[in-house]
């Protein structure tokens, strides 16, 4: 198992951008995330307009984004356990039923014959959504390794599933403005409430051995304990969880960006198209090149351009400038995660991998709305424009840092120790 930044593995990986396609099992997951996730987004959508439509305030887009963090924060390492201890695939048609009511929930408030529409409600539900995806996100990325026949397809099949993710991104945002403009925001919901039922017809459909017992089971710590012995993966996870933190959370304000445009919905949905786009090229060209590069360099490289990309957003005047740089924006971004994500989910022994990959998506999942509830408290003090500043003058430093870092490793010829799964 490699645990240094091994330079590519272009020499034994198939090639192609779709090579992991191949495997029965993976398409359908793809397939039935790609429909899953478009709707999700099309509900993230709607959630953060519904929010800025009853307060008109950045600040409450700040509390209804971190009401999510903290049943994430204290549930995500026993969300890793269950991926490890149980099937992973009945784990997540749990989840996705649970996440199908949710939505549901959110339609009947915003709807307001039933109850009258508050922000607190959707903090509510939003922090109940946040305890579903404890275990629904290291079981769904743990389950990726066991759909894949050829060890060497893992790491096309980690970019796929990003890139499907970001597939979704692009779409969603362009149906959520339709669904909002046609039918109204109610029904974005409604449309994700269905859209879950894609997902769960996949999973069902899949044809999976007999799950095998992973052994002797540690403790739900052990995540924690892999990746703090192990400083090739350390460097990235603390990379990922400041880019959550200051650089992700910045979507939390573009509502606020397009109000400041005065483009209403419509310009809203657009922006989110626009960064949706640009990470999806991402993912697209990562699938298909990435791994003919160093990791390191386009995890860190990654990094540096999405903080650079977001202060250039600051500048923009017009609003088609404002597209163009978060097309770039997206871009960056997925560069950065992708590889991150690939790098900690190789990685990882089978029987600790739904614990790492807690532990990573912990620090994605609950430190990104973390990060909205802190921009979304500055952007009421300093405006929306400064707090994005001050966030992405943060990623840079951080990057610059794990940069020097992981030189420093490399000019001494330190590499990570061996790391035994069992002690772990």
Not at 124 to 133: K, Q, R, T
């Amino acid at each position: 198992m490699p645990q240094s930044e091994s330079p590519t593995d272009s020499q034994t990986a198939p090639t192609g951008p779709f090579a992991a396609l191949r495997c029965g099992n993976f398409r359908l997951f793809f397939a039935g995330q790609l429909v899953s996730v478009a709707g999700s987004w099309m509900q993230t959508v709607a959630q953060q307009w519904l929010v800025y439509s009853l307060t008109h305030s950045p600040k409450w887009l700040g509390i209804v984004a971190g009401a999510g963090a903290i049943p994430y924060v204290l549930f995500a390492v026993w969300g890793g356990q269950v991926a490890d201890d149980r099937p992973r695939r009945n784990v997540l048609i749990v989840t996705q039923v649970a996440a199908m009511l949710l939505a549901l929930a959110l339609f009947v408030v915003a709807d307001g014959r039933w109850v009258s529409p508050q922000a607190w409600h959707v903090a509510v539900i939003a922090a109940i959504g946040g305890a579903i995806n404890a275990f629904t996100m290291p079981a769904q990325h743990a389950l990726v390794t066991e759909l894949i026949d050829d060890p060497k397809l893992i790491g096309n099949a980690i970019a796929l599933n990003s890139l499907r993710f970001n597939m979704a991104r692009f779409v969603g945002p362009i149906l959520a403005g339709w669904v909002l403009s046609r039918y109204g925001l109610p029904f974005c919901f409604l449309a994700n409430a269905a859209s879950f039922l894609a997902v769960i017809a996949s999973l069902a459909a899949m044809r999976l051995p007999a799950a095998q017992p992973r052994g002797h089971h540690s403790a739900p710590w052990g995540g924690f304990l892999f990746i703090a012995r192990t400083p090739s993966i350390l460097r990235v996870v603390t990379l990922v969880s400041l880019g959550s933190l200051f650089a992700w959370s910045t979507t939390t304000l573009y509502p606020v960006l397009a109000a400041q445009f005065h483009r209403g919905a419509g310009g809203f949905s657009a922006i989110m198209a626009a960064h949706g786009a640009g990470a999806a090229a991402g993912g697209l060209l990562v699938a298909w090149y990435g791994s003919r590069f160093e990791r390191a360099h386009l995890t860190y490289g990654g990094a540096a351009l999405f903080g650079v990309a977001l202060l250039a957003l600051t500048a923009m005047r017009s609003f088609g400038a404002l597209l163009a740089v978060l097309v770039v924006a997206g871009f960056a971004m997925i560069m950065f995660g992708i590889n991150a994500q690939t790098k900690v989910q190789q990685d990882a022994p089978d029987r600790l991998r739904g614990r790492v990959m807690a532990v990573y998506s912990l620090m994605f999942n609950a430190m990104m709305p973390l990060g909205g509830l802190q921009i979304g408290f500055l952007a009421e003090h300093v405006g929306a424009t400064q707090a994005i500043r001050l966030n992405a003058a943060v990623l840079l430093v951080a990057a610059a840092a794990i940069i020097a870092w992981h030189r420093a490793d490399r000019g001494t010829g330190r590499t990570a120790p061996p790391v035994s799964p069992a002690s772990a």
